[in-house]
C-alpha cells in the first residue's frame, strides 16, 4: 500500500542529507536532531484528520528512518573497539527488531493513536540520551579536536583503554584518505569503489532474499500447517524470532565472522524459498499436502533464523566497516538510498509479480537470487572480523 511506499520514499528523501550533515556537524548531533521529524510524524499521525495526514506523517518518518540508517551504522563503526565491532554493529538491527516487535505486540491490542503516542516517547527519550553520549572520536580528530577524542575515547572504551595507540590509528587511516571526499572519489579510487560497490550489493540481496514475502505469507503459512493461531500472534511470533536471533548474530559474529554468516544465511534462504515454492507448486496442482503441512511452517522459520543471523544485520555493519574515513558519509548515504528504493520497488512489485507469476514462481524468483548471492558473497565479499580499517582497505585495494 501506498502508505507504507511512503515510508521508503521519505527514506530514500533522508538518507542523502545525513551522510552530509554527519560530516558537517557530527554524528552526536545529526542523530540529535533526527528526533525532531520523529516527533513531527508521530504528532502528524496522533491528530490525521484523514489519509493525507497519514501519507504526510509516514513520509517524514521515512526521511528520518533513512537518516538513522545511515548515521547509527557510521557511528558504531567509529566507537566501537576492534574486537566488539560486529557484535556492537549487529545492534543497529537488534534494535529495529525490537521496535518491530514492540509494534507488533502493542499495536495488535491497542487502539492506532494509542500506539504512536508511545512511538513518540522514543524520539524524546533519544536526545536525553545523546546528550550524555560524546561525539565519535573519528569526527574530532577529523575536525582537529584531539584531546576531545581521547576524552570520547576514554568514555566508550574505559578510563585503562589506550588512547594514544587508537588515536595515532584513527589519524594514520584519516592521512591515508583524500580529505574531503567527492562523488567521483567514489568511482574513480578502485579501493573506494570496490568498497561501495560490495555494500550495494549487499543491500540489494539484503532486499531481494523475498525477507517481505514470507513475511507477508506467514498468516497463511502457520494455518496450511493447521495453526488456529490468530495473525496478530503470528506475527508476534515471526517478531520475537527476528529479535532473539538477530541477539545470537551480535554474540556469534566476532567468532564466527562475516562471511560464514552471510554463507550461511543466504544458501539457506534460498533453500527455503525453493522448497515454499515446490509447496505453493503442489497446492495449485491440487496435489495433496495435508502430510507435509509442518515443511513451509518449517522453512518460514529456518529462513527468518538464517536472515536474522545473516543478512538482517550484517549488511547494515558492513556499509560502515568497508568505507574509508573520508567516504564513508557519502558511501553509505547512496547505499541507504539503494537499499530503500529497493525497498520500494520489491514492496510495490510483488503483488504484481504473485498475480503474473504465481506464488510459487515468486520464491523461486528470490530463491534463484539467494543462489546468485551464496556464489558472489564467496568469491568477492572479504572478511572484516577483527581487522582495522587501514588493513580492510588493503584488502579492496589487493593488497595482502
Not at 547509527?72 to 576492534?82: G, H, K, L, N
Not at 559474529?253 to 524459498?273: E, N, P, T, V, W
Not at 515454499?276 to 503441512?293: A, E, H, P, R
Not at 557519502?330 to 528504493?341: E, G, H, I, K
Request: glycine fraction near 8%; charged fraction near 10%.
Amino acid at each position: 500500500s501506498w502508505v507504507g511506499a511512503f515510508l521508503a520514499v521519505g527514506a530514500f528523501l533522508g538518507a542523502l542529507p545525513a551522510g552530509y550533515l554527519a560530516e558537517k556537524i557530527g554524528r552526536k548531533y545529526t542523530t540529535m536532531s533526527l528526533a525532531v521529524p520523529y516527533l513531527i510524524s508521530w504528532a502528524l499521525i496522533i491528530f490525521a484528520t484523514g489519509a493525507g495526514m497519514l501519507y504526510a506523517g509516514r513520509l517524514v518518518i521515512g526521511i528520518a528512518t533513512g537518516a538513522s540508517c545511515v548515521v547509527a551504522p557510521m557511528f558504531i563503526s567509529e566507537v566501537a573497539e576492534t574486537s566488539i565491532r560486529g557484535a556492537l554493529g549487529a545492534f543497529f538491527q537488534l534494535h529495529l527488531t525490537v521496535g518491530i516487535l514492540f509494534v507488533y505486540a502493542v499495536g495488535s491490542y491497542t487502539h492506532w493513536v494509542t500506539l504512536s503516542i508511545l512511538c513518540a516517547i522514543f524520539p524524546v527519550l533519544l536526545i536525553v540520551a545523546m546528550f550524555i553520549v560524546p561525539e565519535s572520536p573519528v569526527y574530532l580528530v577529523k575536525k582537529g579536536r584531539r584531546i576531545d577524542a581521547g576524552v570520547a575515547l576514554k568514555w566508550f572504551w574505559g578510563p585503562n583503554a589506550d588512547t594514544q595507540s587508537a588515536l595515532q590509528t584513527i589519524q594514520s587511516d584519516l592521512d591515508a584518505a583524500s580529505g574531503e571526499a567527492k562523488v567521483s572519489d567514489l568511482f574513480t579510487n578502485p579501493t573506494n569503489r570496490a568498497a561501495l560497490f560490495i555494500s550495494l550489493l549487499l543491500m540489494f540481496f539484503q532486499q531481494f532474499s523475498g525477507i517481505n514475502a514470507v513475511i507477508f505469507y506467514t498468516a497463511p503459512i502457520f494455518q496450511s500447517a493447521g495453526s488456529t493461531m490468530d495473525p496478530a500472534v503470528c506475527s508476534i511470533v515471526v517478531g520475537v524470532v527476528q529479535v532473539v536471533m538477530t541477539l545470537a548474530s551480535s554474540v556469534l559474529i566476532d567468532k564466527a565472522g562475516r562471511r560464514i554468516l552471510l554463507l550461511q544465511s543466504s544458501f539457506i534462504m534460498g533453500a527455503c524459498l525453493i522448497v515454499l515454492g515446490v509447496y505453493f507448486k503442489m497446492q495449485n496442482d491440487k496435489v495433496d499436502v495435508s502430510n507435509i503441512g509442518w515443511l513451509p511452517l518449517a522453512s518460514v522459520v529456518l529462513f527468518i533464523i538464517s536472515f536474522s543471523l545473516g543478512f538482517g544485520p550484517i549488511p547494515w555493519m558492513m556499509m560502515g566497516e568497508l568505507c574509508a574515513p573520508d567516504i564513508k558519509g557519502l558511501a553509505s548515504a547512496l547505499a541507504v538510498m539503494f537499499n530503500w528504493t529497493l525497498v520500494f520497488l520489491v514492496t510495490k512489485s510483488f503483488g504484481t509479480m504473485q498475480e503474473l507469476l504465481g506464488s510459487d514462481w515468486t520464491f523461486w524468483f528470490f530463491g534463484a537470487w539467494m543462489m546468485v548471492c551464496t556464489v558472489y558473497v564467496f568469491i568477492k565479499v572479504p572478511e572484516t572480523k577483527g581487522k582495522t580499517n587501514a588493513q580492510i582497505q588493503a584488502i579492496l585495494g589487493g593488497k595482502k
